[in-house]
């Protein structure tokens, strides 16, 4: 079995690449191929940049909003913070910040509004620190205003509340009681605490629609929570050393508690994205190979036209592979100058879009980003052309045994 690139066949696949055929309709056929193969593999790299450009956006939106980790109890919905090794993680090298969190499900009204949003507490300083702040669409971010708690809520929450800054109008919260259970007067059953909406928070995520900020200590007060939080955030000051730092992290914990990184956070979202950039790239890649089975009627026809050719090749000696060989490379010859230029009509139409900005998102509406985000990635690249080789390799083998029948 040989292995590697016969020079010699590929030597003459080049010579009849570019040579005069006798049939013109045999560099037709070629033409069309290589034109297929050209617009499909551009239509990858286009799409495949799109999706790209789309996480990256989205995936910045929620990395601002998490910290680069999240410490969770392994089992329940909260733990005890003297029951963490909450000195030594916080000694680690390269922890800048950890921030005691304290967050969960409760009903919010406003005037005769109801929704249930998550009541996520954090400490001062939290807003700033992690740069939410610069998000603010109305109002502020003030945990407390005249030690009266305030609350900042998302873009989402406070459309379906129709929130009004600017009225005295008190946010009323209600949270199930954690210590007793009087099913007889249901008002007992919960506690209610009043606070002040003083800000609107827009970050293009589920966070605007479900989430409401305020202080650490009015949550905890609210849902009786004096020593416990439900999760710790991390933020470190050199989040590129996150790789190294979470086995480190990890060790310190122990098993009682998980650690999950930005993208585990949000990991359904992530693997919905990836799930579809897949499916489109395997409904492309099926596109790529009926293009590519222009090959078979052109190497066929080749093979026809270069009856006589064979026939002194193998006076000449050479062997039944060798033939194939030389057809085969013809057809891989045609797919490679037909993927490079897809690869480089690709690249030109996503340079276009990311300097232009020439293909709009539609409709005419708002949008906080109004075209289409590409991002070019080699490795995306080197799939692409990978993927078209790879079929063409199968499309050319097929007219080359043929051959082999042929001659036999």
């Known amino acids: ?5 016969d020079k010699t066949a590929l030597f003459v696949a080049r010579r009849y690449l570019f040579s005069k055929k006798e049939h013109n309709i045999i560099n037709v056929i070629s033409g069309v191929s290589a034109v297929g193969i050209m617009v499909s593999t551009a239509a990858l790299v286009v799409v495949l940049s799109v999706f790209n450009g789309m996480s990256e956006i989205i995936g910045g939106w929620f990395n601002q909003l998490h910290s680069d980790f999240e410490i969770t109890a392994a089992e ?22 950890v921030y005691p969190i304290v967050c969960d499900l409760a009903l919010v009204s406003y005037e005769s509004r109801q929704e249930l ?82 800000g609107v928070l827009a970050t293009n995520t589920n966070y605007d629609e479900d989430y409401l900020f305020c202080s650490i200590d009015f949550v ?31 060790s310190a914990v122990g098993d009682r508690f998980v650690v999950k990184d930005k993208y585990q956070q949000e990991e359904s979202l992530y693997r919905t994205m990836k799930s579809e950039k897949l499916i489109i790239f395997l409904i492309l890649a099926l596109i790529l190979v009926l293009a590519s089975f222009n090959i078979i009627g052109a190497l066929g026809m080749l093979i026809i036209e ?31 100058a037909g993927s490079l230029l897809g690869v480089l009509l690709g690249a030109l139409i996503c340079f276009l879009q990311q300097t232009f900005h020439i293909v709009k998102l539609g409709g005419g509406g708002n949008y906080i980003i109004p075209y289409y985000p590409v991002q070019l990635r080699l490795a995306d690249v080197l799939v692409v052309i990978a993927t078209v080789l790879a079929i063409s390799a199968i499309t050319s083998i097929i007219p080359a045994y043929q051959l082999k029948k042929q001659t036999s």
Do not use: W
């Open 76 to 97: 329940g919905k909260s733990f005890r913070v003297d029951s963490f090794p909450l000195s030594q993680v916080e000694k680690m090298p390269g922890v800048a910040h």
């Open 220 to 250: 905890r007060d609210l849902m009786n929570y004096p020593d416990e939080v439900t999760s710790l955030e991390v933020a470190l000051s050199d989040p590129g050393k996150y790789k190294k730092f979470r086995s480190d992290l990890e």
């Open 117 to 198: 949003l998550y009541l996520k507490g954090v400490p001062d300083g939290y807003f700033s620190r992690k740069g939410l702040d610069r998000m603010l669409v109305d109002g502020e971010a003030s945990m407390q205003r005249n030690n009266i708690p305030c609350a900042v809520l998302g873009a989402g929450a406070a459309g379906k509340l129709q929130i009004n800054l600017n009225s005295f109008e008190a946010l009323k919260l209600y949270y199930p009681v954690r210590t007793k259970k009087n099913f007889s007067n249901a008002a007992e059953s919960f506690s209610t605490r009043h606070m002040i909406p003083d």
């Open 306 to 336: 270069k009856q006589h050719d064979v026939g002194i090749m193998n006076g000449l000696g050479a062997s039944r592979g060798f033939v194939r060989r030389v057809f085969i490379y013809e057809g891989n010859l045609i797919s490679l």
């Open 1 to 5: 079995m040989r292995f590697g690139i």
